[in-house]
C-alpha cells in the first residue's frame, strides 16, 4: 500500500521551474533515497513535503488523506516529521529536554510528570538501540549521538514518514555509521523514510530505491540492490 503520493508537483520562482512536475509514489515502510547535484531541486521537494514552502501546482496525499500543502503543522499532524540537517537541537539543554520539546507531560495537578517523561524518553532512545544518558547536555555528545537525539525526537511524534536531509554530511567515518544503523532501524519500525544525501554511499546503505532529479525532474530511479557508488556517481555527472 502507498504511504505517499506526490502529483505533479511544480514550483518556480522568477520564471524558472525549480521543481517541474514531479511525481512518485513511496510504500509503506519502505525507504527512498533522493540524489542530485547542486541545485537540482532536492531540498525544494523536501521543503514541499515538509510545509515551509507550498508548490505553485500539484498534489500530494498521505497516508490516504490529502496534505495540507503549505501548512508544516498539519503536515506533522498527518504523520511526518523531518529530520533537518542541522538538526535544529538546543545545545545547552540535556538530551531529555530536547525530547520532550513540545511533547510536555503534565500530571493530574499541572506539574510535570518527569517520571512519565523520563520513561518515554529512554524507550525512545531504546527504540535506535542506544543508550545516551538522558541528563546528558546536548552540545557534550558526539555528532553520531546528537544524530539519534534528533531521529527519537521525530519519531515520539509516531510518525509514518520521516524524511532526513543530509544525516551524515557533518559526521566522521565512525560516526557515520552509527547515523546509518538509526536510520536502518527507522525502517525495521515500519516507518517509511526518505533520506536526501550526497553520501552516496549511505544513501545506498540506507534505502532500497534511490530517485535521481535533475533541473527540477526525477531523471532516473535505481534500485539498491546491487548498486555501487561508482556507478550513482556516474549517473549523476551526465
Ligand atoms: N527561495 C528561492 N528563490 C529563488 N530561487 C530558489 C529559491 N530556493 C531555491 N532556488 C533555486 O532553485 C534551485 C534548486 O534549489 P534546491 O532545491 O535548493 O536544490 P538542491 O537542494 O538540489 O541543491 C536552485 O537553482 C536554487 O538557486
Ligand atoms: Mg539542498
Known amino acids: 500500500m502507498s504511504i505517499l503520493d506526490i502529483q505533479h508537483l511544480s514550483k518556480s520562482y522568477g520564471g524558472a521551474n525549480v521543481l517541474n512536475d514531479v511525481s512518485f509514489t513511496l510504500q509503506a515502510s519502505e525507504s527512498v533515497g533522493i540524489i542530485g547535484d547542486n541545485g537540482a531541486g532536492k531540498s525544494t521537494l523536501l521543503k514541499c513535503l515538509s510545509g515551509a514552502i ?13 496534505l495540507e500543502l503549505g501548512n508544516p503543522q498539519a503536515i506533522r499532524e498527518a504523520g511526518i516529521e523531518m529530520v533537518y540537517q542541522d538538526l535544529a ?16 507531560i503534565n500530571t493530574p495537578w499541572g506539574t510535570l510528570n518527569h517520571a512519565a517523561m523520563r520513561k518515554l524518553g529512554s524507550q525512545a532512545l531504546a527504540k535506535l538501540n542506544t543508550d545516551i544518558p538522558l541528563n546528558a547536555v546536548v552540545g557534550d555528545l558526539s555528532g553520531g549521538q546528537q544524530q539519534a537525539v534528533a531521529i527519537a525526537r521525530a519519531m515520539l511524534g509516531n510518525p509514518r514518514l520521516v524524511i532526513l536531509d543530509e544525516p551524515t554530511a557533518a559526521l566522521g567515518v565512525k560516526e557515520s555509521a552509527k547515523a546509518i544503523r538509526f536510520i536502518q532501524s527507522l525502517t525495521a519500525q515500519h516507518v ?3 533520506v536526501v544525501s550526497h553520501r552516496l554511499q549511505d544513501v545506498i546503505d ?21 548498486l555501487t557508488a561508482a556507478e550513482l556517481s556516474g549517473e549523476i555527472s551526465q
Open 54 to 66: 507550498k508548490p505553485d501546482t500539484g498534489n500530494i496525499t498521505f497516508n490516504g488523506q490529502p
Open 89 to 104: 537541537l538546543c545545545r545547552q539543554q540535556t538530551v531529555l529536554t530536547n525530547l520532550l520539546l513540545g511533547r510536555e
Open 192 to 194: 517509511a523514510v526518505i
Open 206 to 226: 540506507t534505502t532500497s530505491r534511490i530517485l535521481l532529479m535533475r533541473q527540477g525532474q526525477i531523471a532516473q530511479m535505481f534500485v539498491t540492490n546491487n
